[in-house]
T-cell receptor, first 113, second 111 residues
Framework: EAQVTQNPRYLITVTGKKLTVTCSQN?????MSWYRQDPGLGLRQIYY???????DKGDVPEGYKVSRKEKRNFPLILESPSPNQTSLYFC????????????FGPGTRLTVT | GENVEQHPSTLSVQEGDSAVIKCTYS??????FPWYKQELGKGPQLIID?????GEKKDQRIAVTLNKTAKHFSLHITETQPEDSAVYFC??????????FGPGTRLSVLP
């Protein structure tokens, strides 16, 4: 089944404790992206990657890191999480040739206390 | 940078009626405009999209129109059904890189 998977789905952590949210896709997509979703603000792009070893900042990159060492994986790293990073996070992937359609994962709900 | 506004924030319609959601964007260079539907507890799902070289696109009960001069695009859902109840997001992007989303519209279809 073609899908984007994220782990963990739920995470409660404390301020300053480094964490990684994994994202993996099995569709051989070149494009991958991370978003955060907050009430009333819609989805805001954190980082995106056009292909392996190519990453760019989205609209809200502060406090986040990403890497794209393999085509299928695009982990989101929070080196020192803060309470304002409490949010619902979505990973997405897409094929750029012929279109820009994105396929979203199920989401990761992160709470930082 | 790009800014996308979306109206209304909430919309209630009777089953069988039509629903229209409107978005405006600020960057005239944006060339791809998707619409996503998000059901409770799930990730957004693409329902229809339009490129800047097209004025209208239709897929069964769903249509999208684009007015490049005015920099706005709209989602039209006809013959609404209870399963259309969800949050809808519009977005804009240039070349499918940086996507900017609107704040969303919560659509309720009343039986």
């Amino acid at each position: 089944e073609a899908q984007v998977t994220q782990n963990p789905r739920y995470l409660i952590t404390v301020t300053g404790k480094k964490l990684t949210v994994t994202c993996s896709q099995n569709m051989n997509h070149e494009y991958m992206s991370w978003y955060r979703q907050d009430p009333g603000l819609g989805l805001r792009q954190i980082y995106y990657s056009m292909n392996v070893e190519v990453t760019d900042k989205g609209d809200v990159p502060e406090g986040y890191k990403v890497s794209r060492k393999e085509k299928r994986n695009f982990p989101l790293i929070l080196e020192s999480p803060s309470p304002n990073q409490t949010s619902l996070y979505f990973c997405a992937s897409g094929v750029r040739a012929g279109g820009y359609e994105q396929y979203f994962g199920p989401g990761t709900r992160l709470t930082v206390t | 940078g790009e800014n996308v506004e979306q109206h209304p924030s909430t919309l209630s319609v009777q089953e069988g009626d039509s629903a229209v959601i409107k978005c405006t964007y600020s960057d005239s260079a944006s060339n791809y405009f998707p619409w996503y539907k998000q059901e409770l507890g799930k990730g957004p799902q693409l329902i229809i999209d339009i490129r800047s070289n097209v004025g209208e696109k239709k897929d069964q009960r769903i249509a999208v129109t684009l007015n490049k001069t005015a920099k706005h695009f709209s989602l039209h859902i006809t013959e609404t059904q209870p399963e259309d109840s969800a949050v809808y997001f519009c977005a804009a992007t240039l070349l499918g890189q940086n996507f900017v989303f609107g704040p969303g519209t919560r659509l309720s279809v009343l039986p």
